[in-house]
């Protein structure tokens, strides 16, 4: 199975404040990686599919980048909505694995 | 509206069973795969199971293999998990989603609202 790991696990970060989140997998993925949001007691909603492409309907200030094993998704400038938990997925194999999640909070 | 409604959670005992439905609706159902994604309570997101849109590629997580039966009825627009010889690990909200279209390489476009499953004797 491919893991996934997520770093950091939380951050505090402050509105305005440019926000960087990594994912490395185990072994390539190639560009089959997708980042998720979270909001409690929400389910998932897609932000980035296949590493850098923006999903529709998502602000422009969020961006996906990386290939093969190393991805980052970044928030140019953070929003008191963008407080939640991301996650990052692996679409290139089964099982389809999923990072912990990095949870985002208020500074 | 494209939306996916899960159903069919509840609490259960160890060792029993229980079928999860997933309704979709405002979109062509049988031309995407579907997917089940559980969140056992204050943790993160594992993935289940996966049907292709005919039904012709089956897989599942080792943790549920063999207990768990991934479904759907395309005249129907519905998605199902049988899921059998539940044990306290499964205790999660069980989300459906649907695969996004060509290109987006497989990402989950779209989730329903998820439905709770407790096995607790």
């Known amino acids: 199975d491919i893991q996934m790991t997520q770093s950091p696990s939380s951050l505090s970060a402050s509105v305005g404040d440019r926000v960087t989140i990594t994912c490395r997998a185990s072994?390539?993925?190639?560009?089959?990686l997708n980042w998720y949001q979270q909001k409690p007691g929400k389910a998932p909603k897609l932000l980035i599919y296949?590493?850098?492409s923006l999903q529709s309907g998502v602000p422009s200030r969020f961006s996906g980048s990386g290939s093969g094993t190393d991805f980052t998704l970044t928030i140019s400038s953070l929003q008191p909505e963008d407080f939640a938990t991301y996650y990052c997925?692996?679409?290139?194999?089964?099982?389809?694995?999923f990072g912990q999640g990095t949870k985002v909070e208020i500074k | 509206e494209v939306q996916l409604v899960e159903s069919g959670g509840g609490l259960v005992q160890p060792g029993r069973s229980l079928r999860l439905s997933c309704a979709a609706s405002?979109?062509?159902?049988?031309?995407?795969?579907m997917h089940w994604v559980r969140q056992a309570p204050g943790q993160g997101l594992e993935w289940v199971s996966r049907?292709?849109?005919?039904?012709?590629?089956?897989e599942y997580a080792d943790s549920v293999k063999g207990r768990f039966t991934i479904s759907r009825d395309n005249a129907k627009n519905s998605l199902y998990l049988q899921m059998n010889s539940l044990r306290p690990e499964d205790t999660a909200l069980y989300y459906c989603?649907?695969?996004?279209?060509?290109?987006?390489?497989?990402?989950?476009?779209?989730w329903g609202q998820g439905t709770m499953v407790t096995v607790s004797s």
């Open positions: 997925q692996q679409s290139n194999n089964s099982p389809r694995t």
């Open positions: 405002g979109f062509t159902f049988d031309d995407y795969a």
């Open positions: 296949a590493a850098s």
């Open positions: 989603a649907k695969v996004g279209r060509i290109g987006m390489l497989d990402a989950f476009d779209i």
């Open positions: 049907i292709s849109w005919n039904s012709g590629i089956i």
């Open positions: 072994q390539s993925v190639n560009r089959y």
